[in-house]
């Protein structure tokens, strides 16, 4: 099979960094989705189910907590070459997750899927996209020598900090609305 990329060379690189997230965007979804799919016994929803509960009992859910969870995972992201491999396979384990919480609800694992209603779920993949995006692009502009990225870079990462701040506010909100 032969593609045909003819159309790439044509595009600025604002253009090939906006197409590049929403490749980067459609793979971090379908890693969740995958996750939230996985069948899992209901032993093993219920271990899932009771390590997240254990955590959010220890942590409380508070706006630093989220933040610091959220953007720590982010940061990640943004490592080059192995960012984006964490950050898939630490979404498909969010998926995971949150198929096996509602699994112990005794609901369908697709359930998990409604997060995508939520703003939460819009205001954390935008960070993680622009993290694992920029994660690809610092090290093809690093291997080009061209070391201006690292600039690109520090902005994107206050870009995402302001957006999980915002998400972990509202989290915090909805959590708090429908407890």
């Known amino acids: 099979m032969?593609?045909?990329l003819s159309f790439w060379g044509k595009l600025s690189p604002m253009e090939k960094r906006i197409y590049s997230a929403g490749i980067v965007f459609a793979f971090a979804v379908l890693a969740m989705v995958i996750g939230s799919l996985i069948p899992l016994s209901p032993q093993d929803a219920?271990?899932?189910s009771e390590q997240f509960n254990q955590t959010i009992r220890q942590n409380g859910?508070?706006?630093?907590?989220?933040?610091?969870?959220?953007f720590s995972i982010d940061l990640?992201?943004?490592v080059p070459v192995i960012g984006p491999v964490l950050g898939f396979l630490i979404l498909f384990n969010t998926g995971l997750v949150g198929g096996a919480l509602v699994v112990t609800e005794g609901l369908p694992s697709y359930t998990a899927l409604f997060i995508v209603a939520t703003p939460v779920f819009w205001l954390e993949f935008a960070a993680y996209t622009i993290a694992m995006t920029e994660s690809i692009?610092?090290?093809r502009r690093l291997l080009q020598g061209r070391w201006r990225e690292i600039k690109w870079t520090?902005?994107?990462?206050g870009v995402c900090a302001g957006l999980l701040i915002i998400s972990?506010?509202?989290?915090?909100w909805l959590i708090n609305a429908l407890s």
Do not use: G, R, Y
Request: proline letters at 3%; charged letters at 5%; hydrophobic letters at 70%.
């Open 168 to 172: 972990a506010i509202v989290e915090v």
């Open 76 to 78: 990640l992201m943004f």
């Open 46 to 48: 219920q271990q899932l």
């Open 61 to 70: 859910v508070n706006v630093p907590f989220i933040f610091a969870n959220n």
């Open 154 to 157: 520090a902005i994107a990462i």
């Open 137 to 139: 692009w610092l090290f």
């Open 2 to 4: 032969k593609f045909n």
